[in-house]
């Protein structure tokens, strides 16, 4: 694999150098600062990758492996008349972005909102800080704070008053805080949202149902996918977050059929799936070890994470990265065997980024401002982890004898 960390370009509290001292030569970056749905300039790609290189005549290199995310417009979503001048210039981002030699362009189809959390300061046993996602919490939000048009048809009966108790209990502080987490934004997502407006937004998803919103994710994959192919850029769709819907808006990239879909619509090799353990292991109906076999070729990027369901099912929190209830070992084992694929069929580069998906707030890092999940010591720890398992793998796998090709190391401690 190749070892990969996000960053969020200038002003990220992590800096390159964090990121190349934890060990990584790949970073996973997007022009935030660019408007959802504009055509990316070379001039501004050129300039981020400049950043990014800076100081490698001096260390180890570290070069811009993956652009997280290209956003999708939310015309293209909804499939409004808009939506073919944001395709054309989401086709002209990837011709530039293969312009500059990048080549992997992960995007999510998530409507409104991106990845959400009710709490991102949940605290471990051990002291440190996760991320965590509370049903009744989100229907504190819904039902009593935004007040949704229609939600209590979404909540059961005992969860909505549960949530009515809780709400009649917080304090304003607790309020504010809930209301942030969910609107505000966490790392990555393009946009923060305020209450007032918020219910509109909503409504414009009324008649989109998954079915509706489906179609028009095909739609986008058939205009985008084969100009990807044509200029050698894979991109691969980040499942939803978690993996269910929320606010009454459909979400259609949760399950292995949704993904075997996607690919259906356009049948080509650069489109492709980021393979997200923690968004995909919130279900227990997802096999995880199963899907990579499912989808091996068409896995371009790997984010790895452990998220732990608690009783009730549809809360989760983000365990330690070997933890949670996704058997990583297994995970990690057929992500090596599709790699050890990929090189004896002569791929030139049979490396996938992956990326530590979010860590633990923990040591120094407990008393910095630090972007939820992407805290510096924390993804450290979780890639430390990671690297241990795939070299432990990958040295078992060459031990088994020579039916299992050895591939060449990556990894050199
Ligand atoms: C969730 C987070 C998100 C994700 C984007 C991809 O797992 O890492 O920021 O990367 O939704 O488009
Ligand atoms: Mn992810």
Known sequence: MLHTMRWFGPHDPVSLSDIRQAGCTGVVTALHQLPVGEEWPVADIRARQQLVEADNAAHTSLHWAVAESLPVHESIKKGLPARDTYIANYQASLRNLAACGIRTVCYNFMPVLDWSRTNVRYEMPDGSRALRFVWQDFAVFDLCILKRTGALADYEPAVAEAARQQFAAISAAEIADLTNTVLLGLPGSEEAFELASFQQLLDEYADIDAAALRANLHYFIQQVAPVAQEVGVNLCIHPDDPPYPLLGLPRVMSTANDVAALFAACDVPANGLTFCTGSLGVRADNDLPAMVRQFGPRIHFIHLRATKREENPRNFHEADHLAGDVDMYAVVSELVLEEQRRAEQGALDSAIPMRPDHGHQMLDDLKKETYPGYSA???????????????????????AGPTIAAPAARITY
Not at 379 to 385: H, I, N, S, Y
């Open 377 to 399: 010591i924390g993804r450290l720890r979780g890639l430390a982890e990671l690297r241990g398992l795939e070299y432990g793998i990958r040295r078992s796998l060459a031990a």
